[in-house]
């Protein structure tokens, strides 16, 4: 591994206390980067903070942030900048998922999920633009706002609609912030991930038994696994951070408004 590849980087990452946030948080710095890292969870961002510490490659504080609010994602990219003196990237991360029947679907579960999904990230990308435009343009490389679609991102699953409404609508904030930013020498581009294995999709998987898609806790996973996903195998992190890294690094500077699928081949456009 080259541990200097993101040396220099200043990275904010939001819901990064467990999954492919902390995942990322960890590779990252390994790799040099700084990493501010927020999350409703305190406590889990201050673990995964003191571990990348410990480690000595790379520095990172840890944040109290709810996405939703626009002072908290304010708060964040300010704690960034105190801590390494600047911002150059912000991971946009934090998400979440609650399955409903399409006629079930209720005003709160509505709510509940564009919120943190898709204005928590118009939050997250308007106060770190805010502060990358007051920095000035770098001289070398452009700023980094990376936006964490899905596949659903690109097709729509009929348990999960407000998810995939939140998703269409991240991949819709890259584009039209794409346009946006470049006169400020902002890139924006995000990934999407497939079937991860993490806490988020461990509780899916309960939630989609509880409304009847599927009859016992773990074939929701085997299902798509088997009957979508080209390459027959779920993911995880692991599989994620590399794709997330590339997006951070001086390597996909000429790029801008982008959605890169990472998912065994589920989704091909
Ligand atoms: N797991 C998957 O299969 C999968 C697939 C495609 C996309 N994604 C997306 O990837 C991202 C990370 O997913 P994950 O699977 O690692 O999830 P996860 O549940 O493991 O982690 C999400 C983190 O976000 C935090 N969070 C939730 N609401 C928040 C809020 N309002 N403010 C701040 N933090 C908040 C949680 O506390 C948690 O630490 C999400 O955007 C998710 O939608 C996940």
Redesign the pocket.
């Known amino acids: 591994m080259d541990t200097k590849r993101l040396a220099g980087k200043n990275i904010l990452i939001?819901?990064?206390?467990?999954?492919?946030?902390a995942a990322n948080a960890e590779y990252f710095a390994m790799q040099g980067a700084n990493v501010c890292i927020?999350?409703?969870?305190l406590e889990?961002v201050e673990a995964v903070a003191e571990r990348i510490n410990a480690r000595g490659n790379g520095k990172a504080v840890a944040v109290k942030?709810?996405?939703?609010r626009r002072a908290d994602n304010s708060a964040a990219v300010a704690r960034t900048v105190e801590a390494f003196g600047s911002i150059n990237i912000a991971l946009l991360?934090?998400?979440?998922?609650k399955p409903r029947m399409f006629m079930d679907i209720d005003e709160d579960n509505w709510d509940m999920i564009m919120n943190?999904?898709a204005k928590?990230v118009l939050l997250g990308m308007q106060e770190a633009a805010r502060q990358m435009i007051a920095q000035g343009p770098m001289d070398d490389h452009p700023y980094k706002i990376i936006p964490?679609g899905?596949?659903v991102s690109r097709t729509a699953f009929l348990d999960v609609v407000p998810y995939c409404c939140s998703k269409y609508a991240v991949l819709a904030m890259i584009i039209g912030g794409a346009k946006a930013l470049w006169q400020h020498k902002i890139t924006v581009n995000g990934y999407?991930?497939?079937?991860?294995k993490?806490?988020?999709?461990e509780q899916l998987d309960k939630d989609l038994v509880e409304i009847g898609m599927f009859e016992k806790e773990g074939q929701s996973m085997d299902h798509l696994a088997q009957t979508m996903i080209l390459m027959k195998k779920l993911s995880t992190?692991d599989d994620v951070k590399g794709t997330a890294a590339f997006l951070c690094s001086n390597e996909s500077d000429y790029m801008t408004g982008q959605l890169i699928m990472i998912d065994g081949g589920m989704i091909m456009q």
Do not use: F, K, R, Y
Not at 198 to 201: A, D
């Open positions: 939001t819901g990064a206390a467990q999954g492919m946030g927020g999350d409703l969870n889990g942030m709810d996405v939703t991360n934090a998400g979440v998922n943190i999904n928590g964490v899905s596949i999407a991930p497939g079937v991860v993490t806490e988020l999709w992190p």
